[in-house]
């Protein structure tokens, strides 16, 4: 992070690169296994459905549509990162 930088427009923006991580991560590593596991018997609001649900969101809010899609590729993925650290909106 940077001097000066806003820490919640650092950390969407985080969360969105760590979005695309796992979308392009083979399925059977164990951050992508434990992000598709159902958690069962939880009595509180799982933390890692939430952060995904937020950071799609923000891609909404950002106006970028078939996420999915643009994940493949980097340099795009990367502007997207930055236009989330630096969007007002979010």
């Known amino acids: 992070m940077r001097k000066g ?11 969105i690169s760590w979005l ?5 991560m083979e399925d059977d590593r164990i951050p992508k296994r434990s992000s598709l596991k159902n ?3 939880r009595e509180e609001e799982d933390p890692e459905k ?4 937020e950071a799609e969101r923000d891609l909404q809010v950002m106006g970028v549509r078939r996420w999915r899609e643009l994940v493949a590729d980097r340099k795009k ?8 650290k630096a969007d007002s909106g979010l």
Do not use: F, M, P, S
């Not at 695309?20 to 392009?24: D, G, K, Q, V, Y």
């Not at 939430?50 to 649900?53: D, H, I, T």
């Open 5 to 15: 930088e806003n820490i919640v427009k650092w950390i969407k923006g985080q969360w």
């Open 20 to 24: 695309c991580h796992l979308e392009r």
């Open 39 to 41: 958690w069962k018997g």
């Open 50 to 53: 939430k952060w995904k649900e």
């Open 77 to 84: 993925w990367n502007d997207i990162v930055r236009q989330a």
